[in-house]
């Protein structure tokens, strides 16, 4: 029996926007079907006509792919010899083939499920996957996508329109602002591992992120300067005790490089005192499963002894406890008491332990690297390129090296 279809393309404006959604429409034997295709853009670009855009040849590439997918489901259809219905070609573009698929969200939640019962799994990382899948659903909710999606649905363009959407996004943790690049790309990272199990299980034939290029911008890690590191030591910040304790907490991980969450998590226990009198801490990498002695400077020695208070029996912690938001509010204030002319967080305190009190006073990148807790060398060279003391420093160095050996 001949079948009679057509395939067209149409815009729906979007809400409150100057954009609009291109849509799919199939008609088969006088019945109608109508597909979002992921595709957005100004109006202005679209060739009515010729049902494409406007010099824009990956967008078109992929309107040819969805022509030619309703052509090839169509002629399989027949040779099948099934029904040819409209409905019928939705749902095998949907990748409901008479059961119903895996489901995105879905998927994502029994993924991070798995990964909570392996006690290798670090907090950090669950929290990090927990995250994205709550930009995963207002993602969904601010495209149209609807309460969820098929993992066969996404394409190249639900990449690209996830990743427009994820820079509008506001960062979480960090003060105002919105997610920065690598923030983005760190979204990207975990939603790529999420597909790659999928692939592994066979629910998908390949990862959509084959195709994808992610874009890397430069990082410029924010740290103090000797100079305002000593400036902000030694102020007397008005005799203000809440803001002395806060300045403690800063201190504390410039001189452990702990971020934030594990220099308050910290307990006393993990403080050890050897028979020379030196401190040193543990500091238990959940991603390798290695357990490292990192020395404890006396900066941070001052500060572990000036804590050991009733607070401390009850909880066992080295620090009082403050949330991260207040800890960041009054930083601010600290910043301008002290005239730090930064956007002064706490996370600054890691990058001034790596640049200013290790780097800067030669410690080898190696060493630093397992100070921090990084897994891979090449995360710490971050912190190599942001001072150029350490190559004055090195360059004077050599320069005497060759005074003394009689080379002018």
């Known amino acids: 029996m001949s079948v009679s279809y057509s395939n067209k393309f149409f815009l729906k404006p979007v809400e409150g926007s100057k954009r609009a959604k291109v849509y799919q429409r199939i008609i088969v034997n006088r019945e109608k079907t109508e597909l979002y295709t992921g595709i957005e853009l100004d109006p202005k670009l679209w060739e ?94 601010h495209h149209n996508y609807g309460e969820d999606v098929l993992l066969n649905q996404i394409d190249y363009n639900f990449l690209q329109n996830l990743d427009s959407f994820l820079l509008q996004q506001k960062a979480v943790g960090k003060g105002e602002g919105k997610l920065k690049r690598n923030s983005v790309n760190k979204h990207h990272s975990r939603f790529r591992a999420i597909l790659s199990q999928a692939v592994r299980e066979g629910l998908l034939v390949k990862n959509p992120y084959a195709g994808f290029q992610l874009k890397n911008a430069p990082t410029h890690r924010q740290y103090l300067t000797a100079q305002e590191l000593s400036s902000l030591i030694k102020h007397d910040l008005g005799g203000n005790a809440s803001l002395k304790k806060v300045r403690d907490i800063f201190i504390w991980s410039v001189y452990t490089g702990l971020r934030y969450q594990d220099a308050i998590d910290m307990q006393a226990r993990q403080v050890q005192k050897d028979k020379e009198g030196n401190y040193s801490f543990q500091l238990y990498q959940n991603k390798t499963g290695e357990s490292v002695n990192v020395p404890l400077l006396p900066p941070a020695v001052a500060i572990f002894k000036r804590y050991d208070t009733d607070e401390r029996k009850i909880t066992g912690k080295v620090l009082p406890r403050i949330s991260n938001q207040k800890v960041n509010a009054y930083l601010k204030v600290i910043a301008d008491l002290v005239g730090i002319d930064k956007p002064l967080t706490h996370h600054i305190a890691r990058h001034t332990c790596a640049t200013t009190v290790l780097l800067s006073n030669d410690v080898p990148i190696e060493i630093v690297s397992k100070w921090l807790g990084h897994n891979d060398v090449k995360t710490t060279q971050i912190y190599a390129k942001i001072t150029n003391q350490s190559l004055l420093k090195a360059g004077k160095k050599i320069a005497e090296i060759i005074q003394e050996n009689g080379v002018e």
């Open 48 to 141: 009515e006509g010729l049902q494409r855009t406007k010099g824009n040849n990956v967008l078109n590439k992929r309107l040819s792919d969805k022509e030619n997918e309703v052509h090839t489901i169509i002629d399989q259809l027949q040779r099948d010899k099934k029904h040819v219905t409209a409905k019928a070609v939705k749902r095998l573009i949907r990748g409901e083939d008479g059961t119903k698929g895996t489901l995105l969200k879905e998927y994502v939640q029994k993924f991070i499920q798995v990964r909570e019962q392996n006690a290798e799994n670090a907090q950090r990382t669950i929290w990090g996957y927990n995250n994205f899948s709550d930009h995963l659903d207002s993602f969904l909710v």
